[in-house]
């Protein structure tokens, strides 16, 4: 059975908050209550409590009941019924809108504000070198061709005040196994000094491109603290070249001695311990100071051209040996198929470690080309090297590294190919040969 419906009596109370109404009121104005649900007065002005069903009690959808207290049998002293005592207040149902009514609208809901792009950092997919469509997996290959993608070391290049360097795999490698460390620092007096080293990892050893990275980075460590303490740099050179062995020789463990049977051209002796050679150059206190193990070069180019070239190390090759035990030319030596095969090396399965240091005094500017095989095999002679480097090497040292690199890509790129060019300044240029060795 449906409620009765009617409006409220004015000046009649809300019986939800008890706030006045108006006769035409049908929902309290102060809390909601809809009012049209409530039974008119039984039996004359006799007040009833009207009382909001629970949601279980409901017996329908929307449906609404009102339900009247039992009036107290004891009458009053007027005759009428007493209305029960106050129950203990609860807190009123929700109000029950009206249908008719559309409610207000709710508040938008906040919309986040869009962030720029550049600002929120995006995991960029690599995509394939080889096939240009393919992802590039956390190994290193593509997912579409399985192609092995360049690694970091693959291309390396630094400049560094006056000094540069340019490192690359190569077109036939597989991995760049070459290294190279770049610094500059202070003498005891204040003037610069500037250091380039460049390792060549064995590659017939194992784990060759470990034992580059970790000469070149020993040797440059040690020079850089032993320089600014005063020590000569021929000699700081040769502590130098000890501390990069101790290095690689770190690297081998308990690794057994290994077979030094010999290879052909571009191969060196079959070594079971990380192994690598190494040259350096420091330009200091108007001296030039190499170190070299192996085969790896240091060139001088003078800057004007006019006096000559000159390679400022030897091998520890087979063909050096040949060359100095007068057995052969030099022509005939590096024409050999073992011309390659080095002699001296870094790393446990070396022979007697020998250090190779060298002082000159140059006496007009020029440049320094620090190399590895790679690079000397496509300009094996002074004058060749002279013509490759560009003019401007002085003023340039990082555009001509990268020169002389490509010249080797050009050639073929049999080999990783590393060089550190290091301009070096003289006051006044003379007319010499070009530099005085000091021993």
């Known amino acids: 059975m449906s409620p009765q419906m009617h ?23 102060a809390c909601g209550q809809e ?29 609404e009941a009102s339900v009247p207290a039992e009036p107290s049998s004891s009458p009053s002293s007027s005759g009428d019924f007493e209305l029960p005592p106050p129950q203990t207040p609860q807190t009123p149902p ?9 409610p207000p ?16 950092p995006q995991a960029v997919a690599k995509v394939c070198v080889a096939c240009r469509s393919g992802h590039v997996d956390p190994d290193g290959y593509c997912e579409n061709c399985g192609h092995a993608q360049p690694r970091e070391r693959d291309h390396m290049e630094r400049e560094l005040g006056p000094v540069a360097a340019v490192s690359d795999r190569g ?18 007096d204040g003037s610069p000094a500037v250091v380039a080293v460049v390792c060549d990892g064995v590659s017939s050893a194992t784990r060759p491109d470990e034992a580059s990275l970790a000469a070149a980075g020993a040797a ?3 020079l850089l603290t032993a320089l600014p303490r005063g020590i000569h740099p021929e000699q700081a050179m040769r502590e130098a070249i000890v501390a990069a062995a101790t290095a ?31 040259v350096a150059a420091i330009s200091a206190g108007g001296l030039l100071i190499v170190g070299w193990v192996g085969d790896s070069r240091v060139y001088w180019v003078p800057d004007d051209r006019e006096g000559p070239a000159a390679r400022l190390t030897e091998d520890d090759s087979w063909a050096a040996q040949m060359v100095a035990a007068g057995l052969m030319n030099e022509r005939e030596a590096y024409a050999d198929e073992r011309a390659h095969a080095i002699t001296g090396w870094l790393g446990a399965d070396a022979y007697e470690l020998e250090p190779h ?33 560009p003019a401007d090497a002085a003023e340039r040292p990082l555009h001509s590294a990268q020169v002389l690199v490509g010249h080797a890509l050009d050639g073929g790129g049999h080999d990783n190919v590393t060089v550190a060019v290091l301009p070096f300044a003289v006051a006044r240029p003379g007319a010499g040969s070009g530099y005085d060795r000091r021993v």
């Not at 109370?13 to 006045?20: D, F, H, I």
């Not at 240091?357 to 590895?372: E, M």
């Open 7 to 29: 409006r409220p009596a004015a000046g009649s109370l809300c019986p939800a908050c008890a706030e006045p109404l108006e006769e035409d009121d049908r929902f309290c104005g």
């Open 35 to 63: 009012l049209s649900a409530l039974s008119p007065p039984p039996g004359g002005d006799r007040p009833t409590l009207a009382v909001s069903v629970p949601p279980e009690w409901r017996t329908g959808p929307g449906a």
């Open 94 to 102: 929700p109000p029950v809108a009206d249908p008719r009514i559309a």
């Open 105 to 120: 609208a709710a508040p938008p809901a906040a919309v986040p504000q869009a962030v720029p792009q550049a600002s929120v």
């Open 171 to 188: 077109l036939r490698h597989h991995r760049n196994e070459d290294a190279f460390a770049i610094s500059t620092t202070a003498l005891p």
């Open 220 to 222: 440059n460590e040690l």
């Open 248 to 278: 690689v020789n770190s690297l081998a463990g308990q690794a057994p001695a290994g077979d030094l049977a010999e290879h052909g051209h571009g191969s060196h002796h079959q070594l079971n311990a990380p192994a690598c050679t190494i």
């Open 357 to 389: 240091t060298a002082a000159f005094k140059p006496d007009r500017s020029g440049v320094v080309v620090v190399c590895t095989d790679g690079l000397w095999n496509y300009a094996e002679g002074p004058d060749e090297m002279a013509r490759a480097i």
